[in-house]
């Protein structure tokens, strides 16, 4: 098992940056795929960015593509989300999940989950 904790949220105006970072308990951390979801209120969880166990391959959701960045440090344990260029539309509670499956877009691909961190972006 894997337990999941982000920070780094937080009010940012449009068109500013935040990195968020997921620490994941465990050692075999590097074991697992990691996935960044959001969700913003009355909306279904989406897909944002995920990274496998190596971080060559990271895939991005659309919407994200050119302003976000998935990276991970299994030293460290931590999968990063770097967000830049952020708009208003990017407001959301955004969860880091771990599968050792494969790396996909659909959440149910994802066995662990943290507790979301919330972003918003004022225009």
């Known amino acids: 098992q894997v337990q999941l904790v982000e920070s780094g949220g937080g009010l940012v105006q449009a068109g500013g940056s935040l990195r968020l970072s997921c620490a994941a308990s465990g ?3 590097s074991m697992y795929i990691m996935g960044w979801f959001r969700q913003d209120s009355g909306k279904e969880r989406d897909f944002v960015a995920g990274i496998d166990w190596s971080g ?3 895939m991005y959701a659309n919407s994200v593509k050119g302003r ?4 991970r440090d ?10 830049n260029s952020l708009k208003p ?4 509670i955004y ?11 659909e959440s149910p ?3 662990y989950w943290g507790q979301g961190t919330q972003v918003i972006v004022a225009s």
């Open 109 to 111: 691909s994802y066995d």
């Open 95 to 105: 969860y880091c999940a771990a599968t050792r499956r494969r790396l996909s877009p």
């Open 74 to 83: 299994n030293a460290k344990n931590t999968v990063y989300l770097q967000m």
């Open 56 to 58: 060559d391959r990271p």
């Open 27 to 29: 050692r075999t951390f």
């Open 89 to 92: 539309e990017d407001t959301a």
């Open 68 to 71: 976000f960045t998935v990276s």
